[in-house]
């Protein structure tokens, strides 16, 4: 099958597309025919050996947290499952196959993918490929980062970054559980926000007495989903460290606040299937800034590196 592949850390310049053994369902597994690939800024920041610590590599290795396809091998052990089902969800980490040299394979920028049935979701009938392959990650972060932060009805929520797609998917769950959600962008995407149900802000200077006059009740909590503003959160939470969670500025550990960057929550199936219903009913949206082949997976992650993709790159096997 063809794979894009590194074979050791560093920038986009490491990527190649290969033709390497096709990976099989072990016990416990399905295989995936991939349809779409959503690409994550984690990905490259797991290519740079950044995050080593949380997600060792054994070389070769291939990107890819997220994917949408259909199921066509079934392992022993799997029930629920069947050969043509259509799934989105989170690859395996490993495969097997004959190819020994490929033992540490892992991702889902490739033509097949491991997974397990508790990482997985049905994609409903009227989810676009593109949509189901968009959606795990920002939903299972979100998800995961309003259960730390405790967010419940009635409370004040600032998301900085909130465009993004970590961000958007904060926004629209946070408001379903009756929260008022304040959300840090540029201009060009306050019309957007406002259509999620967030009260945009935008960022930049003087953003903390925009904020306070949006949310003169004061904030309860803050998820920091892709921009550098932890002081700016600390002086909106009066000082305090408390309720504040990010998922990418590595000065948390030195300020003592929560930084969430993974392992995802375990079982997490049966939520995203009901973020899937939601989306495919009309009531969350993932925005696409644009399909890319998987031939140019390495120009998709330099667009993710650079910050400025209006919604979700995904990639076409």
Same mark, same amino acid.
């Given at each position: 099958?063809?794979?894009?592949?590194?074979?050791?850390?560093?920038?986009?310049?490491?990527?190649?597309?290969?033709?390497?053994?096709?990976?099989?369902?072990?016990?416990?597994?399905?295989?995936?025919?991939?349809?779409?690939?959503?690409?994550?800024?984690?990905?490259?920041?797991?290519?740079?050996?950044?995050?080593?610590?949380?997600?060792?590599?054994?070389?070769?290795?291939?990107?890819?947290?997220?994917?949408?396809?259909?199921?066509?091998?079934?392992?022993?052990?799997?029930?629920?499952?069947?050969?043509?089902?259509?799934?989105?969800?989170?690859?395996?980490?490993?495969?097997?196959?004959?190819?020994?040299?490929?033992?540490?394979?892992?991702?889902?920028?490739?033509?097949?993918?491991?997974?397990?049935?508790?990482?997985?979701?049905?994609?409903?009938?009227?989810?676009?490929?593109?949509?189901?392959?968009?959606?795990?990650?920002?939903?299972?972060?979100?998800? *995961?980062? $309003? /259960?730390?932060?405790? %967010? +419940?009805? =009635?409370?004040?929520?600032?998301?900085?970054?909130? #465009?993004? !797609?970590?961000?958007?998917?904060?926004?629209?769950?946070?408001?379903?559980?009756?929260?008022?959600?304040?959300?840090?962008?540029?201009?060009?995407?306050?019309?957007?926000? *406002?259509? $999620? /149900?967030?009260?945009? %802000? +935008?960022? =930049?200077?003087?953003?903390?007495?925009?904020?306070? #006059?949006? !949310?003169?009740?004061?904030?309860?909590?803050?998820?920091?989903?892709?921009?550098?503003?932890?002081?700016?959160?600390?002086?909106?939470?009066?000082?305090?460290?408390?309720?504040?969670?990010?998922?990418?500025?590595?000065?948390?550990?030195?300020?003592?606040?929560?930084?969430?960057?993974?392992?995802?929550?375990?079982?997490?199936?049966?939520?995203?299937?009901?973020?899937?219903?939601?989306?495919?009913?009309?009531?969350?949206?993932?925005?696409?800034?644009?399909?890319?082949?998987?031939?140019?997976?390495?120009?998709?992650?330099?667009?993710?590196?650079?910050?400025?993709?209006?919604?979700?790159?995904?990639?076409?096997?």
């Amino acid at each position: 099958m063809q794979a894009v592949i590194y074979n050791e850390y560093g920038g986009s310049e490491v990527l190649r597309v290969a033709e390497v053994e096709e990976p099989h369902a072990g016990p416990g597994q399905v295989r995936l025919k991939v349809m779409a690939v959503g690409v994550n800024p984690i990905d490259y920041k797991i290519r740079y050996g950044w995050l080593h610590q949380l997600f060792p590599m054994h070389f070769p290795a291939v990107p890819g947290c997220e994917v949408a396809g259909i199921v066509d091998e079934v392992g022993e052990g799997v029930a629920g499952l069947s050969v043509g089902d259509e799934v989105l969800g989170f690859p395996v980490a490993g495969v097997t196959g004959a190819d020994a040299s490929y033992a540490g394979v892992t991702g889902a920028y490739a033509q097949y993918a491991l997974a397990k049935p508790a990482d997985i979701a049905p994609k409903p009938a009227g989810l676009s490929w593109e949509l189901a392959a968009a959606m795990p990650v920002g939903v299972e972060t979100s998800d *995961r980062v $309003l /259960g730390l932060l405790k %967010v +419940t009805a =009635g409370e004040t929520l600032l998301i900085h970054g909130a #465009a993004g !797609a970590a961000g958007s998917a904060g926004v629209q769950i946070a408001v379903s559980r009756g929260a008022t959600v304040i959300g840090t962008a540029s201009e060009a995407n306050h019309d957007y926000l *406002r259509s $999620l /149900g967030a009260v945009p %802000v +935008t960022y =930049g200077d003087g953003v903390v007495d925009r904020v306070r #006059a949006a !949310a003169p009740q004061g904030i309860d909590a803050v998820f920091d989903a892709g921009v550098d503003a932890l002081d700016i959160s600390m002086e909106l939470r009066g000082g305090t460290t408390d309720r504040i969670v990010t998922i990418h500025d590595q000065r948390a550990f030195e300020l003592g606040i929560t930084m969430s960057t993974g392992p995802r929550q375990q079982q997490f199936a049966p939520e995203l299937a009901e973020y899937a219903r939601m989306a495919a009913d009309g009531r969350l949206t993932v925005r696409i800034d644009r399909t890319l082949p998987l031939a140019e997976a390495a120009r998709a992650l330099e667009l993710s590196e650079a910050g400025h993709p209006r919604g979700k790159l995904v990639l076409l096997p």
